[in-house]
């Protein structure tokens, strides 16, 4: 396990137990990550989706396609989309707010949190205070954190 991810990992540990149970128990889709070709801030989130007990892929697209092809707004986008059942998860998303979009299932397209918040899974840095929108609503927080 390579440091970042370590890091990742013992950060998000108070949430990834849950988490874990939840994949543990079937209830847990396959998550797909479609990065930015070569970014490696991706690999840190997959990486702690991953070790929360989830089966991820990764998966390399130029960005403009990854954009065009799921329809997210320039204003939403982080430098990853991945694709939970039919939800769409665009950037650095908390695992607490991906866990409460699987465990809730609204009716919605997805959540996003645009650009690339420091201490975020993947992300370097200090946390700080992020707010996950709707993707279809950016104007509506889903998730605090």
Avoid at 77 to 93: D, F, K, P, Q, S
Avoid at 116 to 126: E, F, K
Wanted: proline letters at 8%; aromatic letters at 6%.
């Amino acid at each position: 396990m390579n440091r970042h991810l370590f890091l990742t990992a013992t950060l998000t540990g108070l949430t990834v137990q849950p988490i874990a149970a939840a994949a543990a128990s079937g209830a847990a889709p396959r998550i797909t990550v479609y990065r930015d070709s070569g970014c490696g801030c991706c690999e840190g989130w997959a990486g702690a989706v991953k070790a929360a007990g989830y089966s991820v892929d990764v998966n390399d697209v130029e960005h403009a396609a990854r954009l065009r092809r799921f329809s997210i707004p320039p204003e939403l986008a982080g430098c990853h989309t991945a694709v939970a059942g039919r939800y769409l998860i665009e950037g650095h998303v908390p695992l607490e707010a991906l866990a409460q979009l699987l465990r809730e299932r609204p009716q919605i397209r997805g959540i996003a949190l645009p650009g690339m918040p420091s201490g975020t899974p993947g992300m370097p840095g200090l946390h700080t205070t992020t707010h996950v929108v709707v993707l279809d609503a950016p104007h509506r927080v889903y998730y605090t954190g």
